[in-house]
């Protein structure tokens, strides 16, 4: 999918489709106004019969109208200009693609940027892009006959009055934010035999030769030994597949710049080990990766985009599987901190992984920490798939984090990291339990992961709402990917 922005009037322009809006009660936009004074008031005329009355999200197709350059017109219902917000922006955003996915048309135009159907135009351009990208994504590549590539290859975003230069800016990077979240879904949706450890170490190694200035490095179960890696190891003693640790280093600054490390948790498929997981929805544990994904396709997006900073992706990837050799409850563990820990759930195996992740990152004097991981059920009790757990050891950080949220629409909601919740963690055995009960599960997560983050800022992202939908829409979201793009854009910003 192509994207670009230019000026024109909306009746002359060549395309499959030309999109405009009709606001409620069946007023027409500017551009859909042209469009009828070319057309003869073929669409005054059709809002006065009643097929049309600008109900939000609402679309209706034309075909070939008099005076129109293009071969279709879409109109699109804009509701009530008061009413308009994130969410009835983007569910108009997600009909018009649909609705122009479901046309033969091979471009489209679309008169969306100056009709303030979002909070601003960057915005609108934005969360067009991942419309389109979403419309367009086949899940189904692993059936025998998977569906037809969409036929829709070219939007341009056209206005009446000149664009803001800054705009293609925004547009590009919407591009590169969205094909990184392309691989993030895939991934995601890969199911447990196929996206292995291996397999990720394959991808990011891949994703190295396909894009100039990223370097994978990836270390092996040996190399965690010497490292002193225990508690990391202690996860993956059940499995018959290799761990992976898996370095991905992008310097689009200085090197003497320090880096923004992303920790992606990499469990490509949690059975929960000896303390076994409910058989229902099981399968929706291949989806335990979603934080490694997000950290290849933010990489991915930032190389696209060059982006001017140094960005270190740590993925620690294995699966968490019982067997007669796996990690027992009550086993006690040192982690490359020398910390030990208790290990009195195995299922509570994602922060087993990160603790020794995140020490590890200290090897290359981060800037700042993120780590991303589908961490606890208790998180989608707390705030559902909209929004994703955020914790942080610094306010500042946390409120670039809320901003970011904002701008891509890939939103966070601050949970406390208060030193209150600690004594929960505490063992009579180890230097602390693994879980902390029942009660505030999120946050004893993020305070169990604050024990090895001392040494530099870091923010802690639970993805496990947000990452992929269940039933009948199932499938990865391809979030927190605009989330923590748009944070790195931001720190590319002058101050
Ligand atoms: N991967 C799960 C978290 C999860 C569960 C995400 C359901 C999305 C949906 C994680 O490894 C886990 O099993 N967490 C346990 C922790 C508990 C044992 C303290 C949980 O949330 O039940
Ligand atoms: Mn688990
Ligand atoms: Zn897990």
Request: aromatic share 6%; glycine share 10%.
């Amino acid at each position: 999918m192509e994207f670009s922005i230019k000026q024109g009037s909306p009746e002359k322009l060549k395309s499959g489709c030309i999109v405009v809006g009709v606001f409620d009660g069946g007023k027409l936009s500017k551009a859909a106004q042209a469009i009828d004074k070319a057309a003869k008031h073929a669409l005054s005329d059709l809002i006065a019969r009643g097929d049309m009355n600008g109900k939000s999200a609402s679309t209706l197709l034309l075909h070939k109208l008099p005076g129109v350059a293009a071969d279709r017109v879409l109109l699109v219902g804009l509701g009530k200009i008061s009413e308009l917000n994130n969410k009835t922006s983007t569910e108009i955003l997600g009909s018009t693609f649909k609705a122009l996915n479901a046309t033969p048309a091979k471009d489209a135009v679309l008169y969306i940027v100056d009709e303030g159907v979002g909070k601003d135009a960057a915005w609108v351009v934005r969360q067009a892009v991942f419309a389109a990208a979403e419309q367009i994504f086949r899940a189904d590549g692993m059936k025998s006959k998977p569906s037809k590539a969409a036929t829709l290859k070219h939007i341009t975003f056209a206005t009446l009055e000149k664009p803001d230069a800054a705009l293609k800016t925004v547009l590009d990077r919407a591009a590169a934010t969205a094909h990184g979240m392309d691989l993030a879904k895939t991934l995601g949706n890969l199911p447990g035999n196929i996206c292995t450890p291996t397999y990720l170490a394959a991808k990011a190694l891949a994703l190295s030769k396909s894009h100039k200035g990223i370097k994978a490095t990836v270390l092996e179960e040996k190399d965690m030994q010497k490292l002193g890696m225990g508690s990391f190891l202690s996860v993956t003693r059940g499995s018959e597949q290799p761990a992976k640790l898996i370095t991905l280093e992008y310097y689009g600054a200085a090197k003497t710049q320090k880096p923004i490390v992303l920790v992606g948790k990499g469990i490509t498929f949690d059975t929960g080990g000896i303390s076994l997981k409910p058989g229902a929805e099981m399968d929706e544990m291949k989806y335990d990766m979603c934080g490694a994904a997000s950290v290849l396709g933010t990489l991915q997006a930032v190389a696209e985009m060059g982006l001017k900073l140094n960005v270190v992706g740590v993925i620690p990837t294995c699966e968490n599987m019982p067997s007669g050799k796996a990690t027992k409850p009550g086993d006690i563990v040192t982690s490359m901190s020398g910390q030990t820990i208790e290990i009195l759930n195995t299922d509570a195996e994602g922060r087993l992984i990160l603790c020794d992740a995140l020490t590890y990152s200290k090897k290359f004097n981060p800037d700042t920490v993120i780590d991303i991981a589908t961490l606890t059920g208790a998180c989608v009790i707390a705030l559902g798939h909209v929004a994703s757990g955020m914790f942080a050891n610094e306010d500042k950080l946390a409120q670039e984090l809320l901003a970011a949220g904002e701008q891509s629409h890939d939103r966070v909601w601050q949970l406390p990291l208060w030193e209150d919740y600690q004594p929960l963690l505490d063992s009579n055995f180890a230097d602390m339990a693994n879980i902390g009960g029942r009660a505030g599960g999120t946050i004893t997560a993020a305070c169990f992961l604050a024990r090895f983050t001392k040494d530099y800022r870091w923010a802690h992202l639970d993805i496990a709402g947000t990452a992929w939908l269940s039933g009948k829409q199932k499938g990865s979201t391809g979030r927190p990917v605009p989330l923590l793009t748009q944070y790195l854009i931001n720190r590319t910003a002058p101050k």
